[in-house]
């Protein structure tokens, strides 16, 4: 069965650090571009951050470059998002998805990632940044 499992989030002061991960079974996530997704308390789920599947190319949303770098180890069959100097408006449950097959990553990472460029989901990490 294919699955992606999201890890390390948590409570952390503004201006810290955490680092997540989403590991998959099931699949190759080397064959896929990878994104990064948070939701917010009444927000609607918003891009963050995505990586093709050479890693050749990733892209940010504004609100995180300078502060977030993603990342994948082949290997561990796991993709990273390191989360430096973080912001209360970083709160959020955060979520790894896989880009749909077809669609080349000059789409599915063009920029900050379209939620509607990927169709499955892992069931999320809770970070909460607050003093």
């Known amino acids: 069965q294919l699955q992606l499992v999201e890890s390390g989030g948590g409570l952390v002061q503004p201006g810290g650090s955490l680092r997540l991960s989403c590991g998959a079974s099931?699949?190759?996530?080397?064959?896929?571009?990878i994104g990064w997704f948070r939701q917010a308390p009444g927000k609607e789920r918003e891009g963050v951050s995505c990586?093709?599947?050479?890693?050749?190319?990733?892209n940010y949303a504004d609100s995180v470059k300078g502060r977030f770098t993603i990342s994948r180890d082949n290997a561990k069959n796991t993709v990273y998002l390191q989360m430096n100097s973080l912001k209360p408006e970083d709160t959020a449950v955060y979520y790894c998805?896989?880009?749909?097959?077809?669609?080349?990553?000059?789409?599915?990472?063009?920029?900050?990632?379209?939620?509607?460029?990927?169709?499955?989901w892992g069931q999320g990490t809770q970070v909460t940044v607050s003093s």
């Open positions: 990586i093709s599947a050479s890693g050749g190319n990733t």
């Open positions: 099931g699949f190759a996530l080397d064959s896929y571009t």
């Open positions: 998805a896989r880009a749909r097959t077809g669609l080349r990553s000059a789409v599915t990472c063009r920029g900050a990632p379209d939620r509607d460029h990927y169709d499955y």
